[in-house]
């Protein structure tokens, strides 16, 4: 590398230059612990300011590399050129008009090229909706109208949302669930084969969980017939970025079929070219009936999806809506979003998760708090032995400049945005390396009230 590329690296590195949190950052939290739900939580004091490319900023100066982009949902990272400038000809044309009761260009030529993009050779529909849990909610709905069936198989760990029907197929933290039943009747969760194959290779192609589906769940609990769809993330996000074994994709598509079972996809965290393709489910060769999906859609504005098979679509005028989704603003973005991913992103998160990966199975082989890492993409999960060491680490990340989420019993999560480069992923790895010691020797966590 030349002195020139040193320097500029250098120039774009993380820079921490106060405690964290800053005396601005402090202030700001005080406010916030006055007004904002107690629910809410978060991971670590950070009070972002701004963000551009793959790094933010936060109000006292100090700047983050981001390999959590807000919960995988800056795809095209902070304040993409081409998205804000969608944004502000769209704004400046249209805010709102009420898709659902009126026609809008742009909401139809996204429907469009979400559509050519399905994960099934038959031809889609779409339903856009404002977040991932209105698309899960949506899917519900969908599919016991077209079945005519109540039943929902979902998995242990499963993450679809927080609303009263996504969180009924919810089962990857009990206090996500506490206290707010009854919730959706009908719904029984399978075990979900959480294989790890780096360290401890496992192995496994989720066929002992099958067994429990077949003779447990619909032996014992509910009749296939009853149910309207098996309700699946292909690689499990906040349950601790678990890929699902091929084999076991197969299997469930093959249930579905004998039973006249839908299969939903949900790929909120998981979709939008994150993998290296538009869908995780594509890389076992599995054609779902119906995919969810949001979260990087539109760069970070309020937008999802659900999208099934043309022949599902079997419900009447008045059957669903809304009033904000497909927002003519959200939708530029959309539309922006998807033109990078498909011309340059997803080929970039493919490259650079394989580079992300191996970078860190090479700092971890000689750390014997990481348990396991895997994924697919720029959709790495690293777990450790415990949460104490998962949590040590992600604090002392943040204290390095680095931003990652734990997710799982005990993983952290690298969702960086898709545009970061060799100089990028190479600096996370870094960082990463610096704030493994912690595992061990755990420095004093910094405590912020509300969650």
């Known amino acids: 590398m030349s002195t020139i590329e040193e320097s500029a690296l250098a120039a774009a590195a993380p820079r921490i230059h106060t405690e964290l949190p800053g005396p601005r950052g402090r202030a700001l939290i005080a406010r916030d612990d006055a007004v904002a739900s107690p629910s809410l939580t978060r991971a670590y004091p950070l009070v972002a300011e701004s963000g551009?490319?793959?790094?933010?900023?936060?109000?006292?100066?100090?700047?983050?590399?981001?390999?959590?982009?807000?919960?995988a949902v800056a795809s095209t990272g902070h304040s993409h050129p081409a998205v804000v400038a969608a944004i502000k000809q769209q704004a400046d044309r249209l805010i709102h008009i009420a898709a659902t009761d009126f026609y809008?260009?742009?909401?139809?030529?996204?429907?469009?090229?979400?559509?050519?993009?399905?994960?099934?050779?038959?031809?889609?529909?779409?339903?856009?909706?404002?977040?991932?849990?209105?698309?899960?909610?949506?899917?519900?709905?969908l599919a016991r109208y077209h079945t005519h069936r109540a039943g929902i198989i979902a998995f242990e760990g499963g993450f679809h949302g927080r609303t009263l029907g996504a969180l009924s197929l919810t089962n990857s933290k009990v206090k996500q669930r506490a206290g707010f039943g009854p919730l959706l009747p009908m719904v029984h969760h399978a075990p979900f084969p959480h294989v790890r194959a780096w360290r401890e290779g496992s192995g496994g192609d989720g066929s002992a969980e099958l067994e429990v589906l077949?003779?447990?769940?619909?032996?014992?609990?509910?009749?296939?017939?009853?149910?309207?769809a098996i309700v699946i993330e292909p690689i499990q996000g906040e349950g601790g970025y678990f890929p699902a074994p091929a084999p076991f994709l197969a299997a469930l598509r093959e249930?579905?079929?004998?039973?006249?079972?839908?299969?939903?996809?949900?790929?909120?965290?998981?979709?939008?070219?994150?993998?290296?393709?538009?869908?995780?489910?594509?890389?076992?060769?599995?054609?779902?009936?119906?995919?969810?999906?949001?979260?990087?859609?539109?760069?970070?504005m309020p937008l999802g999806a659900f999208i099934a098979r043309d022949t599902v679509w079997t419900w009447p005028a008045g059957a669903?809506?809304?009033?904000?989704?497909?927002?003519p603003v959200c939708v530029a973005a959309g539309l922006a979003t998807v033109?990078?991913?498909?011309?340059?992103?997803?080929?970039?998160?493919?490259?650079?998760?394989?580079?992300?990966?191996?970078?860190?199975?090479?700092?971890?082989?000689?750390?014997?708090?990481?348990?396991?890492?895997?994924?697919?993409?720029?959709?790495?999960?690293?777990?450790?032995?415990?949460?104490?060491?998962?949590?040590?680490?992600?604090?002392?990340?943040?204290?390095?400049?680095?931003?990652?989420?734990?997710?799982?019993?005990?993983?952290?999560?690298?969702?960086?945005?898709?545009?970061?480069?060799?100089?990028?992923?190479?600096m996370a790895v870094g960082l990463f390396a610096e704030a493994l010691p912690a595992a061990r020797q755990p420095e004093p966590s910094i405590a912020v009230s509300g969650g």
């Open 339 to 426: 033109d990078l991913i498909e011309s340059e992103l997803m080929a970039n998160a493919a490259l650079m998760g394989e580079r992300l990966r191996t970078g860190l199975q090479r700092v971890a082989a000689e750390s014997p708090d990481v348990r396991d890492i895997r994924g697919e993409g720029l959709m790495i999960g690293v777990e450790f032995a415990n949460h104490a060491a998962a949590n040590a680490v992600q604090q002392a990340a943040f204290e390095r400049g680095l931003l990652t989420l734990e997710c799982g019993q005990a993983s952290l999560r690298f969702s960086p945005p898709l545009i970061v480069d060799s100089a990028a992923v190479d």
């Open 52 to 71: 551009s490319g793959y790094f933010v900023t936060d109000v006292d100066g100090n700047r983050f590399l981001d390999f959590a982009a807000g919960i």
């Open 320 to 327: 669903h809506g809304s009033t904000f989704a497909g927002n």
């Open 104 to 141: 809008e260009p742009r909401y139809t030529e996204f429907m469009e090229r979400l559509a050519a993009i399905a994960p099934f050779e038959e031809s889609a529909r779409v339903f856009l909706t404002n977040s991932g849990t209105e698309a899960v909610e949506g899917a519900i709905k």
């Open 214 to 228: 077949r003779t447990s769940i619909f032996g014992r609990l509910i009749a296939p017939s009853d149910v309207a």
């Open 255 to 300: 249930i579905c079929d004998e039973h006249g079972i839908l299969l939903i996809a949900d790929e909120i965290q998981s979709g939008m070219g994150r993998t290296g393709r538009w869908w995780a489910i594509e890389h076992a060769g599995i054609e779902p009936d119906i995919v969810t999906t949001a979260k990087g859609i539109a760069s970070g």
